[in-house]
């Protein structure tokens, strides 16, 4: 996929652009935690003095513009970086896209003598429908969960490093569910994909030959064999989703523990570690978010990984 969306040049650009997105939206976390401690006391930041809030509007006007400043950037990073991403999925799809019907094209008669008619339509419809939609956003949606969770991460251990005893076995746990959930994950979609075949198979053939059906009285026969395929179609994909919760139950679990030992060391120990009110705050909104964070990013790798099948396929 990364070779076709652009090569090295996208992935640098994927990754430029998702450190500065990320990095302008820490800054605004960090700029409101800084806003809130210079209430009675004038802060330094960016080499600026800022007078305490307690001097009134025109104290509150410098604290507004820099917040602004953070904001527009934010803004404008967030979507080169969108632009750049859903740029990138565009063209490995049409890329693709030209190569199956290149070979389609010119392939030779045997190939659809002994190629099912629904094989072939599915791959021209619900395949591409995945390279162009649904392969994009999962792949989307991947980057942007590895920027979140690799954020969360830097972020807990710059602000309470003693974090770091507690995020590495919870890792360790979540990498380990993680690499028994995609043993199911990918076959569970790939068997979903696989029965999708014989649906439009069987459609496709009651449409071309109703009028002999009809005569033949095989009406109900036909309408049977439609219900059967249809339900292991549905069938594989409830499992699929079921494995999907099965994995997001767990990662709240264990990702409530970083909140716990969060809030454990700030009230315990903060008269030794001496941390700022603000980054208390920050601390304890991304520890209660990593669970999210957890979730996000293995819902992210698993449909990614799951909408690869279609490429296999194409």
């Known amino acids: 996929w990364f070779k076709y969306a652009g090569g090295a040049w ?10 500065i997105d990320r990095g302008l939206y820490v800054m605004n976390e960090w700029w409101l935690a800084s806003w809130a401690t210079a209430v009675s006391n004038s802060i330094n930041r960016f080499g600026v003095t800022f007078a305490p809030q307690e001097e009134g509007l025109s104290a509150q006007r410098d604290f507004v513009k ?20 859903i740029q990138g999925g565009a063209r490995c799809s049409e890329k693709m896209f030209y190569d199956m019907t290149t070979r389609v094209v010119r392939a030779p008669m045997s190939y659809f003598e002994t190629t099912p008619m629904g094989r072939i339509l599915n791959r021209l419809t619900y ?53 028994f959930y995609r043993k199911s994950a990918t076959d569970l979609q790939r068997l979903d994909a696989v029965s999708r075949s014989p649906v439009q198979a069987i459609l496709s053939e009651g449409m071309d030959g109703s009028s002999t059906i009809k005569a033949f009285g095989r009406i109900k026969f036909f309408e049977d064999q439609f219900k059967n395929t249809l339900d292991g179609n549905t069938s594989a994909m409830m499992n699929f989703l079921a494995a999907q919760r099965w994995l997001g139950v767990r990662f709240q679990i264990i990702g409530s523990f970083v909140v716990l ?54």
């Open 10 to 19: 996208f992935v640098t650009l994927a990754v430029v652009s998702l450190t």
């Open 66 to 85: 820099v917040y602004g400043i953070i904001l527009v950037a934010s803004s404008i990073a967030t979507f080169a970086r969108s632009q750049i991403i």
């Open 127 to 179: 395949d591409v429908e995945i390279l162009d939609i649904t392969l994009s956003q999962s792949m989307t949606m991947l980057i942007i969960a590895t920027g979140w969770f690799v954020t969360g991460i830097v972020l807990q251990i710059t602000i309470l490093p003693w974090n770091v005893f507690v995020l590495v076995p919870i890792l360790a746990i979540y990498w380990l569910l993680l690499l």
């Open 261 to 314: 030992f969060a809030g454990i060391f700030v009230v315990a120990y903060n008269g030794v570690l001496m941390i700022d009110t603000g980054l208390i705050a920050m601390l304890i909104i991304w520890s209660a978010s990593f669970p999210l964070l957890l979730n996000f990013f293995s819902i992210g790798m698993a449909e990614t990984e799951a909408c690869m099948t279609s490429v296999e396929r194409v």
